[in-house]
């Protein structure tokens, strides 16, 4: 099994910056896309960032500019730098990552438990 815990949520200002960090651990062969998500309350879960196990990123277009991904391929782990953060920032943010457990084998989607950002004005 594979599991995703996530850490550095918390309550900052406005125009502040947070890090999130997310680290995957178990039975872990080789991980390509990890990725952060959000949800805020009454809306649908939305993609945040993704990078590739090469490296290649992308961004929502809300977020592109003032937040960084990055990964450390050695320890397994991503991360989500955020800047110059805005009261509409404020979710629960999720990683996850496509990991294959085997050489050969599928490979799944994990996801952690979630961390919250709150952004006050």
């Known amino acids: 099994q594979v599991q995703l815990v996530e850490s550095g949520g918390g309550l900052v200002q406005a125009g502040g910056s947070l890090r999130l960090s997310c680290a995957a651990s178990g039975r872990i062969f080789s991980v390509n896309n990890m990725g952060w998500y959000r949800q805020a309350p009454g809306k649908q879960r939305e993609l945040v960032a993704v990078?590739?196990?090469?490296?290649?990123?992308n961004y929502a277009d809300s977020v592109r500019g003032r937040f960084t991904i990055s990964r450390d391929n050695a320890k397994n782990t991503q991360y989500l730098q955020m800047n110059s953060l805005k009261p509409e920032d404020t979710a629960v943010y999720y990683c996850?990552?496509?990991?294959?457990?085997?050489?050969?084998?599928?490979?799944?989607?994990?996801w952690g438990q979630g961390t919250q950002v709150t952004v006050s004005s």
């Open positions: 990078i590739a196990s090469g490296g290649l990123t």
């Open positions: 996850n990552a496509d990991v294959r457990s085997v050489p050969r084998g599928y490979e799944y989607t994990y």
